[in-house]
């Protein structure tokens, strides 16, 4: 991923999820670009899907550089709400999962939430193996949860 990729890319969260989990995705995303220009690594990795001049899907690695070096957390993932369905976001997720044991990780985690919005992604996430892990309660403003889902690699 590119800077300069970062509209289209927080464009298609936010037509996979909703508005304002586009908004926060511009503000990671432009947060990531902005501390490699200063020569620093956030532990972010980003991989673009592209199809006939299009972001059609995104996914991406977080590990936290303070966190147990075996650790990694999925970063922003979605796929164009027209291509769900298809396979595509298994075959991304597959890869991610793929890169991630390259890697050397052993563990690989989830953020969503217990939201409607939501429901889709962890049903996704639960078919491919991803297990609840833990919850935080009344973690967005609207006092859905946190879930946190994780595998092995």
């Known amino acids: 991923m590119k800077k300069e990729d970062i509209a289209g890319a927080a464009n298609l969260v936010a037509r996979a999820m909703n508005e304002n989990e586009g908004k926060w995705a511009d503000k990671t995303m432009n947060f990531h670009f902005e501390c490699m220009e200063k020569g620093m690594n956030d532990g972010r990795e980003y991989y673009l899907?592209?199809?006939?001049?299009?972001?059609?899907?995104?996914?991406?690695?977080?590990?936290?550089?303070?966190?147990?070096?075996?650790?990694?957390w999925l970063a922003w993932?979605?796929?164009?709400?027209?291509?769900?369905?298809?396979?595509?976001?298994k075959r991304l997720l597959d890869a991610v999962h793929e890169k991630a044991g390259d890697l050397g990780y052993q563990k690989f985690f989830i953020e969503t939430y217990l939201h409607p919005d939501f429901e889709k992604a962890i049903r996704f996430y639960k078919k491919y193996g991803f297990t609840e892990h833990g919850r935080i309660d009344n973690y967005l403003p609207d006092g859905?949860?946190?879930?946190?889902?994780?595998?092995?690699i």
């Open 49 to 72: 899907w592209w199809k006939a001049d299009k972001i059609q899907g995104i996914v991406g690695l977080h590990h936290y550089e303070w966190g147990p070096p075996e650790n990694v």
């Open 77 to 89: 993932f979605a796929v164009d709400p027209m291509l769900q369905g298809q396979g595509f976001g």
């Open 144 to 152: 859905s949860q946190m879930l946190v889902l994780g595998k092995s």
